[in-house]
């Protein structure tokens, strides 16, 4: 579109309709894994062997190629537990379907299955409580900071404590004597958990050593005081949603004082802001915020050496808060720096800071392996043994994301993001016939979860700041996607667990539910 737009020097569009889209979307989460887990009599995991298949499609996308998957899958396998012996095998195959692209926390979702279901695996194994056997593998905070078997650096976090809480928001004992007690209209009840880390904002050493052909570096921000006093933020990654726009105008209230109202944030703008490779690996709080951050602290510095200059006193004795310059015996309005500096410059020190009143700062955590948010998910389901139906009855979560710069955002995040997973665990799928045709080109076929299948969240936060980006702030944006089809579908399985049927392979179906149990009693 854009290459016949410049040809013919005339607008172009092309609006897909549902069915081309279905039928030529980009292809995710079609991951297969073969995990042999070696553990003790009481489920203390000694070693993991893992094979991992990974349906690439036709041909990779741009600049990250298919290999990116299962470089991901690999390296995050282990996710929250210490283990100390692994090996993986990951495979990208070749087909004739649609690109397989980056997709909202990437590869996660099919590692936290595939680890989550072996650890449940192992508890029934040795006869024991399935969080039991996660709280004794977790890493604990004892041994934080914490380099795992993959190299992945967990700068910060309780792991076990956020397990220990959902446990109790879940209320586990109650659901256990709700099992004992049975239910009147013949369904299964069955709880499950799961819990997960979160790379996020992992920057310029990963990808290098990735070899993806576009690798990130400093994330820049500008920062320009007005001259009626109000704060102009530039910022190259895109606010898609999440509310990128409120919370770096939040950052730079925190620190210069500044009311947010009074902030102006454009962001993705390449004309006008300075250049960023955008948005992605949950990466724009930490790294853009950063950037806000330093900006913001280089042009209070440049503000106080000005009013230091109209108070008369030296700049030790000028402090930046409440939105304006604090001298010994009287303060100053940001307008007013603004004023001095855009129309009586005649006003300013000899030794001002040429670069006036606008700053541009590049930033990057000194240590740039990404800081590492968790959760743990539980939820609690009803499966109809005679239809397959799938019911979910409670649903928690207990996650940290370090310091939360505005709380209501990290909980929509969380919010759309277990929704999301929760479509992944009961209802998206595109099948294919056994000559490749896709099966589902409608959205009659290709099912969505609505507010009908979506229950009302228990949600409680846990508050570790990272010690390796400013203010602690972790990434949040790709957490709320990962544990649901873990949780849910060994929820089912518990449920399942009188018939002794299994279910290990997403969408959880009717079809497939009532297909495990037949091959149970088969």
């Known amino acids: 579109m854009a290459w016949l737009a410049m040809h013919i020097r005339r607008p172009v569009r092309w609006i897909e309709d549902r069915f081309e889209h279905l039928l030529a979307g980009a292809n995710v989460r079609e991951h297969r894994y073969k995990v042999t887990a070696y553990a003790d009599k009481l489920g203390k995991l000694l070693g993991l062997d893992a094979e991992i298949t990974i349906d690439a499609g036709a041909y990779s996308s ?63 194994a040795v006869g024991r409580e399935p969080y039991e056997v996660r709280l004794d593998n ?20 309780d792991y076990p404590e956020s397990l220990r809480r959902a446990v109790r928001l879940i209320d586990l004992s109650a659901v256990r004597e709700r099992q004992h007690r049975g239910e009147p209209d013949g ?9 997960f880390t979160e790379q996020t904002a992992h920057g310029t050493s990963v990808f290098a050593a990735s070899g993806v052909s576009i690798v990130p570096g400093y994330e820049q921000a500008t920062v320009r ?44 703008d390449t004309s006008l802001t300075p250049y960023s490779t955008g948005t992605y690996a949950s990466r724009s709080i930490v790294m853009a915020g950063g950037a806000v951050t330093r900006a913001c602290r280089v042009l209070a510095d440049r503000m106080r050496k000005i009013a230091a200059h109209l108070f008369r006193c030296p700049i030790d004795e000028v402090s930046v808060h409440g939105g304006k310059l604090w001298g010994p015996h009287a303060s100053l309005d940001f307008a007013e720096v603004g004023r001095v500096w855009c129309f009586n410059p005649d006003e300013l020190p000899p030794d001002v800071d040429v670069g006036g009143v606008e700053v541009t700062v590049g930033y990057r ?4 392996s990404g800081a590492f948010s968790y959760a743990t998910h539980a939820a609690v389901v009803a499966v109809d043994p005679e239809l397959g139906a799938v019911e979910i009855l409670d649903y928690a979560i207990v996650e940290d994301c370090g310091t939360m710069v505005n709380p209501m955002i990290v909980e929509g995040q969380l919010y759309g993001g277990t929704a999301q997973g929760i479509g992944m665990a009961l209802y998206e799928e595109m099948p294919f016939d056994p000559f490749v045709r896709p099966l589902a080109v ?26 390796l980006t400013e203010f602690g702030i972790k990434g949040i944006g790709e957490s709320g996607a990962i544990a649901p089809p873990a949780a849910i579908i060994n929820a089912i399985n518990d449920a399942l667990r009188p018939l002794g049927a299994e279910v290990t392979e997403t969408p959880a179906t009717a079809r497939r539910i009532l297909a495990a149990i037949q091959r149970a009693r088969d």
Not at 187 to 195: D, P
Not at 365 to 368: G, I, K, L, T
């Open 225 to 268: 005081l007005a001259p009626d006093g109000g704060l102009e933020i530039r910022v190259g990654v895109q606010s898609h949603g999440q509310g990128l726009e409120t919370t770096l105008a939040q950052i730079a209230s925190e620190v210069l004082g500044i009311d947010p109202s009074r902030v102006t944030v454009i962001h993705g």
């Open 442 to 467: 409608r959205l009659g076929d290709y099912l969505l979860p609505t507010a009908l299948e979506v229950p009302r969240i228990g949600l409680e936060h846990m508050k570790t700041p990272s010690p």
């Open 187 to 195: 369904r299964l009840v069955g709880v499950g958990f799961a819990t």
């Open 62 to 124: 741009y600049p990250y190629t298919s290999s990116h998957e299962a470089v991901m899958a690999a390296g995050n396998l282990p996710g929250p537990y210490a283990v100390r012996a692994y090996r993986a095998k990951a495979c990208i195959v070749a087909t004739n379907k649609p690109p397989l692209v980056p997709y909202r926390a990437v590869a996660r979702p099919g590692v936290c299955f595939a680890m989550e279901l072996t650890i449940d695996a192992i508890a029934r």
């Open 365 to 368: 955590p000194e240590r740039d």
């Open 138 to 157: 977790l890493v604990a905070l004892a041994d934080m900071p914490y380099t795992s078997v993959t190299n992945k650096y967990f700068d910060s976090g």
